[in-house]
C-alpha cells in the first residue's frame, strides 16, 4: 500500500494561511484529478471548483489545449535560464499578451515592456522596485511615496505587504514594512460616508448617496504629498482579499484623471482581476484608463503553473538605458523567469480566448450566476449580494439593517464553505464573505449546484424557519 497522503501531509507539511494545530487535527480532502470544472478526491467524490483554485483557474481542469502545450514544450525542453538568454516562446507570449493588453488579438503589440516572474507577489515586487529605481534613474528621487487603498492585498513579500493594508494578514509584520500613504476603499456596502440604507435586492453600488468622498480622499493626499507622489497602487475593480470589496462604477476612471499630468503613475495589481474575471481581458479596460504598469499573475496560465508579469510602458523601461557602468540595470530577476513551460500553457490560454471567444462565454456565466444568486437575498443573514463579471460575493451579517458582522470568532464563512463539501462544492470564503467564481467553462448545470450546495450550506450553518 502507498502511503496515506493525508498522514504524510499530516506529519510533514505547512500550510499556507492555515492554522496548523486545527490541521493536524483535521481530515484533509486529497484532490486527485481533475476535469473542466470539476475536481476530484482520492475517495472517488467530485466537487465544483467554486473558487477556481484560489482565482487561478480559467478554461477548465486538464484542458486538451494546455495540456498538449505543456507536453509538446516538455518533448523540447523544460527549462532555461532567461539571464543572457532567450527562449523559443517567452518572446512570442509576450507579444501575444500585450496584443491584448493594448485592446485585443488585432492590436499592435507596441509601447510595453513585459518583465516575467513567477506569482502576483513577485509581479507586485518587481513593479514597486522598477517604479523606485526609475524615480531616481529620472532624476525624480523625491518621487518616493506610493498610495494605495485600505484594505489592499497585493502579496505576501515585503513590499507587497508594504503596499497592502491588511490587519489581520500584516500587522506582525509591521516594523518590517516601509510607510505608504493609504486612501479610503470605495467599497459602497461599508463606506460610512454613504447615507443608503440597505435594501434587499439592490447592489449597494446602485442604491449609494455619497459625494464620491473615496475620490477626494485620492484628491487630498495628491494635494498633501505633491512631488513627493511616485505612484498609485490598486487592485482595479475589485479588491480580493479585502473582502471582494466591488468598487462603484467611474471610481477608476475619476482618479486616473486626477493623476493626468500630475507625474504620478498608475500602477494596477490585476494580479487577480486580470484575465476576464471582471469581463473585459482586463479590469482597467472597462474604464478606459491607461495605466503605467501592470501586476499579471493568476490567470494568466489558465491555471496550471505559476508564471507573472510586470508590465510596463515604454517611458518606465527607457529610465533602465544606459551604458553598463552607469549601473541603471533593473538588478532583479529570480531563477525560473520566462520558463518555457509556464509560458506554454499561457500561450495556450490565450489562444484560447482568441479562438473560442472565451470573454463572451465568460460574461454569459457570469450572468447566469448573477441571476441564481439572487437566491441568497432570501436569507435574514445575507447582507450583500454582488457580482463584477464572474467574481460573485456573498456578505453575511448578523444584522441586516445595521450592516453588524458576526464575532469574528463564530466562523461562520467558514463553517459555510465546509459544509459545502457535503453538498459538492468547493470555495474558500473570505471572513463571512462568501465566494463564487468558477472557471470559465462551468456548465449551467454545474452553475445551478454550485449555487444550490451553497445555499444548502447555508442553512445548515444558520438554518432560519
Ligand atoms: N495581488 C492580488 C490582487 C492578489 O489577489 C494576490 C493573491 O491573491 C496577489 C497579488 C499575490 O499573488 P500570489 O499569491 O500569486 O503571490
Known sequence: MPPDPAELDRRHLWHPFTQMREWQSGHPVVIVEGDGALLRDSNGREYIDGNSSIWTNLHGHRCAAIDDAIRDQLGKIAHSSFLGLTNEIAPRLAERLLRWINGGPRAEPGGWKVFFSDDGSTAVEAGLKMIHQARQQRGEPERRVYLSLAAGYHGDTVGAMSLGHSRLFHS????????TRETMTPFCYRCPHNRAKPVRGSDARDSRQCNWECVGEVETALDDLGTAASAFVIEPLVQGAGSMAMHPSGYLRRVADLFKGSGVWLFLDEVFT?????????????????????ALAKGFT?????????VATQEIFEAFLGDYAEYKTFFHGHSYSGNPLGCAAANASLAIFEGEDTLASAAANGSCLGELIQRFWGHPNVGDVRREGTICAIELVADFATRARFDAAARIGFRVCEASRDFGLITR????????????????KQLEQAVDALWRALNVVLPFA
Open 429 to 444: 470564503p473570505i471572513g463571512d464573505v462568501l465566494l463564487l467564481m468558477p472557471p470559465y467553462c462551468t456548465t449551467r
Open 172 to 179: 506582525a509584520y509591521r516594523s518590517l514594512l516601509f510607510e
Open 274 to 294: 486580470g484575465f476576464g474575471r471582471t469581463g473585459p481581458m482586463f479590469a482597467f479596460q472597462k474604464e478606459e484608463v491607461r495605466p503605467d504598469l501592470v
Open 302 to 310: 489558465g491555471g496550471y503553473l505559476p508564471l507573472a508579469a510586470t
